[in-house]
C-alpha cells in the first residue's frame, strides 16, 4: 500500500522528515514524551506535535549527563539533543512521567538552550476528586504558555478544530487496528507498527486523509487464505520502536491481534467529546484512556484491561515489551503476568534497549513461546 | 596507629543506647498492634505523618526496613528472592527487599506487622506508588495516594490547590479506616511537636558547623531514624533534646566524631548501608570527617515553608517542595548553602543504581557544584542496599585518588 511506505518513508528519518516540513512550511515544531502530552494543544496553536523516541545512535555525550542506569529512551533523546540532531525543534514538551523523564526535563532545560521548554506537571492518581480540577488548571496553564511561547493566542475554536482532527486520526487508527486484529494477515503488524508510529510524527492534516484511505481500503479487502492458522498474540509495554519484533513473531507462526503500547493503542484509543468545552473535554480523554503504569486508578487497572482486551481478540498469549531500567513498568510485571495466568492467558517478557538481544537469542525464545501456547 | 581505648570510649555517642531502646519498644509496640486493638499503617519516607500519630495509628516505614535489610546484610538474598517473584534487579532495592520479605515474613525482624492500610507520598519518587500498590494488592488494604505535583521551578496556585484538597480527603480516608473522628485540637498539638522535633533535629545537624564536628553523617544516618518514624511526638522532642545537649557538650569540650579532623566532606545520596562501618572508618583513617549530607537533612528541610499555627495547610507545601521534588538547579543551590554553611572541602556523591530521582542528575549538580564552589567531588558507583553493585577495590581506590587531591590543595 503506498500510504504504508510513505508511512515507512517517514519513520526511517524523521529528524530528516521534520526539518523538510519546516523548511517548506516555515511550520513550529514542538517536540514533546509520552502518550500524555495533550497534542491536540499543541496543533491548535498552530505547532506540529513531534514525538521524540531517540534514533538509537552511540550514547557518547549523554554519559556525561546520565548513568547508564537509566532508560534508552531518556538517553537516546539527550543524546540527539546534545548532538544537535534536533535543531529543528522550537521547542520541548515535557509531560511528568516517571522518574527519569523528571530529571531528563531538569538536564535539558540546564543543558540545551535552544528552543523554548515547558513542563506539563500531570497528575499522578487519576482517580481522585481533585484530579480532574488539577489537571484542567495544568492544561489551562499550558493552554496560555504554548500560546505565549508560538505568539498566538490559542482560541476556543482552534482547539475544536484540532479535537475534531484528532477524532479523525484515532477513529481511523482504531478501526485499522480492530481490522488487523479481527482479519489477521490483512495488514501486517510492522505495516501496522509503520502507521502509529508516524502517526506522532507525520503532518497530522496530512495523515488523517492517509489514514483514512488505508482503514476504507482495508475494509474492502478480502482475507488472507489460510491465515486463521496462525496463533494470536497481543504485545504490551511501554515505547517500542522495533519493527523487528513483528517480524520474530510472525516468523514465529503468529501474528499481533493488539496492543498496549505506549507508541501503539495506548497514544489513540478513545475519542474526545466535540460538544464539550474544549479543555475540559481533553482533560476527559486523558483522564478515561487506557493508563499508564506511571500513573494510578485502581488497583488493578491494567490487569483487567489487559484480560479484557485478550479475551476480545482471542489472543492466546501475551508479550511484554519493555524498555530496561523502565520502572514502571517494571513493577507491573509480575502482577499483570499472574492475573494473565489466572485468566489462562500465558505470558513472556522481553527487555530491550535501544537495541533488540542479539537476533539468534530473541528468535528463539519467541519461537518456543509460541510453540507453546 | 590505633586510638588509645579511653579516647575511644569518649568519643562514642551516649544516645545511641537511648535510641536502640526506643526503636526496639517502637516496633515491639508495632508487632503487638493488633492485640493491643491499635492500627497500623506503612508510610513513605516523605509521607505525612502527623495526621496519623493525631489519630492513634502505629506508623511503620517499609523504607527504614529497608535500611535495617541492608544494615544487616541480608540485602543480596532478598533481593535475589524479589527476582525470584518477577521484579527486575534494576528496580530500587528497598522496594524489592521488602516486597521479598511481605509473603514469609522474612528479614533481621521476621517482616513488619501486617497494615491496616498504606499510605503513599509520590514526593520523594514515582517507585513508591509502584511499591505501594504491590503491597495493597498483597495484603488487600485500603491505599491513601498523597500526590504531590514535581515542583521543576515555582510552587503554583494550583499545585498548593490540588495537594492542600487532598489533605482533607486524607482525613476523611482516616476517619473511614480509624472509624472515629478526627481531632482538629489534637492535629495542632501534633504539628507543633513535629515542626519542634524538626527544629531540634535541624539544631543537632548544625552543631557539625563546629570544629571539630562532634557528630558525622554517618551517625545521623542512624540518629535520623526518629524524625522519620516518630515524628510529632513528645519522645522524639526529648530524644532530640538530649542528643543536642550531648552535642553541646563534645562542642565544649572539644570532641570530634573524628579524631583528627583536617577535611570536611559533604555526602549526597542515601547511606551504602551494609557498607556504613567501612566507609567510615575509610574516611576517619584518612582524617576526613563527613560533617554535611542532604539524606538527613531532607527531614528539616521543609521547615521553611511551615507554620506550626495553620499546620494542616503549610503541610501540603511542606511535602511537595521536599528535597527530590525539586529541579536539579535548585538542590544544586541547597548543596551549596550547606557547603558555605558547614564550611565543606569536597563532596562525596553516591550514584546509587536504586534510586534514580536522587541520582539522575547528579553529574550536572556535580558540575555546577564544582564550578561555583572549585571544590573537588568524587563519585561512588554502588547501591544502598544491594551489595552486588559494590566493588570495594574501585572504591577504594577513589576515595584514596580524593583525598590526594584534597591534599594538594591545602
Ligand atoms: S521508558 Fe519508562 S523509564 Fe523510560 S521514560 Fe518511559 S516511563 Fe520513563
Ligand atoms: S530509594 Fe529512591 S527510589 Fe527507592 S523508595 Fe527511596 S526515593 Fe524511592
Redesign the pocket.
Known amino acids: 500500500m503506498k500510504q504504508i511506505d510513505e508511512c515507512r518513508a517517514v519513520l526511517a528519518d524523521p529528524y530528516g522528515y521534520a526539518e523538510s516540513l519546516k523548511a517548506q512550511t516555515g511550520g513550529k515544531i514542538v517536540g514533546f514524551f509520552c502518550s500524555y502530552a495533550p497534542e491536540e494543544i499543541i496543533v491548535a496553536a498552530g505547532g506540529h506535535p513531534f514525538r521524540i523516541l531517540g534514533t538509537g545512535e552511540k550514547i557518547r555525550r549523554a554519559e556525561t549527563h546520565l548513568q547508564s542506569y537509566c532508560c534508552s529512551l531518556v538517553r537516546g533523546a539527550l543524546e540527539d539533543a546534545l548532538a544537535g540532531r534536533l535543531a529543528f525543534l522550537d521547542g520541548v514538551l515535557f509531560p511528568h512521567t516517571c ?1 527519569s523523564i523528571q530529571r531528563l526535563s531538569d538536564i535539558w532545560r540546564l543543558n540545551i538552550d535552544r528552543g523554548f521548554h515547558l513542563d506539563l506537571v500531570l497528575p499522578v492518581r487519576l482517580d481522585s476528586p481533585g484530579a480532574r480540577r488539577y489537571l484542567l488548571d495544568v492544561l489551562n496553564r499550558f493552554r496560555a504558555e504554548l500560546g505565549e511561547r508560538l505568539g498566538t493566542a490559542i482560541t476556543d475554536d482552534d482547539l475544536r478544530a484540532a479535537i475534531a482532527l484528532y477524532n479523525r486520526i484515532r477513529a481511523a487508527l482504531t478501526q485499522i487496528s480492530r481490522l488487523s486484529g479481527d482479519r489477521p494477515g490483512l495488514l501486517k503488524g510492522s505495516d501496522l507498527h509503520q502507521l502509529t508510529g508516524a502517526s506522532m510524527i507525520m503532518d497530522r492534516g496530512a495523515l488523517a486523509p492517509l489514514l483514512e484511505e488505508v482503514a476504507s481500503e482495508l475494509e474492502k479487502a478480502q482475507k488472507g487464505p489460510g491465515e486463521t492458522e496462525r496463533k494470536r498474540i497481543i504485545l504490551a509495554g511501554g515505547i517500542c520502536n522495533h519493527p523487528s519484533i513483528y517480524g520474530f513473531i510472525e516468523r514465529a507462526g503468529a501474528t499481533v491481534v493488539g496492543d498496549d503500547l505506549c507508541t501503539g493503542s495506548r497514544s489513540f484509543t478513545g475519542l474526545i467529546d466535540e460538544n464539550a468545552e474544549p479543555v475540559a473535554a481533553i482533560a476527559q480523554r486523558l483522564l478515561e484512556r487506557v493508563a499508564c503504569p506511571a500513573k494510578h486508578r485502581g488497583l488493578t487497572d491494567r490487569a483487567d484491561h489487559l484480560v479484557r482486551m485478550a479475551r476480545e481478540q482471542r489472543a492466546q498469549g501475551l508479550i511484554f515489551f519493555l524498555l530496561k531500567f523502565c ?1 514502571p513498568h517494571a513493577f507491573d510485571v509480575p502482577y499483570l503476568k499472574a492475573a494473565l495466568g489466572e485468566a489462562g492467558i500465558p505470558s513472556m517478557v522481553i527487555e530491550a534497549e535501544d537495541r533488540l538481544p542479539a537476533d539468534g537469542q530473541l528468535g528463539t525464545r519467541v519461537e518456543a513461546f509460541i510453540e507453546m501456547i | 596507629m590505633a586510638e588509645p581505648d579511653e579516647a575511644k570510649e569518649k568519643r562514642k555517642i551516649k544516645a545511641v543506647a537511648k535510641m536502640k531502646e526506643i526503636m526496639t519498644a517502637y516496633y515491639i509496640e508495632a508487632k503487638t498492634a493488633e492485640q493491643a486493638g491499635k492500627k497500623v499503617a506503612w508510610i ?3 509521607g505525612p505523618v502527623e495526621p496519623l500519630i493525631a489519630m492513634d495509628v502505629i506508623p511503620v516505614y517499609p ?1 527504614n526496613h ?1 535500611a535495617m535489610i541492608g544494615a544487616s546484610k541480608m540485602g543480596i538474598d532478598l533481593c535475589e528472592k524479589a527476582e525470584a517473584m518477577g521484579y527486575s534487579s534494576d528496580l ?4 524489592r527487599a521488602d516486597i521479598a520479605c511481605a509473603p514469609v515474613n522474612g528479614g533481621p525482624i521476621g517482616g513488619l506487622p501486617r497494615p491496616d492500610m498504606l499510605i503513599c507520598c509520590n514526593n ?5 506508588l509502584k ?1 505501594y500498590e504491590v503491597q495493597a494488592r498483597h495484603f488487600g488494604v485500603p491505599l491513601f495516594i498523597l500526590d504531590t505535583p514535581f515542583c521543576h521551578g515555582e510552587y503554583t496556585a494550583e499545585v498548593a490547590r490540588y495537594v492542600r484538597g487532598q489533605i482533607d480527603e486524607y482525613i476523611a480516608f482516616l476517619e473511614k479506616v480509624c472509624q472515629k473522628r478526627f481531632d482538629h485540637d489534637r492535629i495542632g498539638e501534633v504539628g507543633r511537636l513535629s515542626v519542634e522535633g524538626q527544629r531540634l533535629w535541624q539544631a543537632v545537624l548544625d552543631t557539625a558547623m563546629n570544629r571539630p564536628a562532634p557528630l558525622s553523617a554517618f551517625d545521623a544516618f542512624f540518629h535520623l531514624a526518629l524524625i522519620v518514624t516518630l515524628r510529632g511526638t513528645q519522645q522524639t522532642v526529648d530524644y532530640y533534646r538530649m542528643l543536642l545537649a550531648e552535642m553541646q557538650e563534645r562542642v565544649a569540650q572539644g570532641i570530634g566524631a573524628v579524631p583528627k579532623e583536617t577535611y570536611r566532606l559533604l555526602w549526597d545520596n ?1 547511606p551504602v548501608w551494609y557498607r556504613t562501618k567501612w566507609l567510615s572508618e575509610k574516611f576517619a583513617a584518612h582524617d576526613a570527617c563527613l560533617v554535611a549530607d542532604t539524606y538527613t537533612s531532607a527531614w528539616c528541610g521543609a521547615l521553611r515553608y511551615v507554620d506550626e499555627n495553620d499546620f494542616l495547610r503549610t503541610m501540603a507545601e511542606c511535602h511537595t517542595r521536599i528535597y ?1 521534588n525539586i529541579g536539579i538547579d535548585q538542590m544544586a543551590a541547597q548543596v551549596m548553602e550547606m557547603v558555605d554553611k558547614y564550611a565543606v572541602n569536597g563532596i562525596v556523591m553516591h550514584s ?1 543504581r ?5 541520582s539522575l542528575g547528579q553529574y550536572d549538580i556535580q558540575r555546577m557544584i564544582q564550578e561555583k564552589k572549585g571544590i573537588p567531588t568524587v563519585m561512588i558507583e554502588a547501591d ?1 542496599v544491594d551489595a552486588r553493585s559494590f566493588s570495594e577495590s574501585q572504591i577504594d581506590t577513589r576515595i584514596d585518588a580524593f583525598i590526594e587531591v584534597l591534599k594538594e590543595r591545602r
Do not use: H, Q, R
Open positions: 522518574d520502572d | 513513605t519516607s516523605g523504607e529497608g530500587c532495592s528497598y522496594a520523594i519518587c514515582g517507585t513508591v511499591w542515601l527530590l546509587n536504586s534510586c534514580k530521582p536522587y544502598m
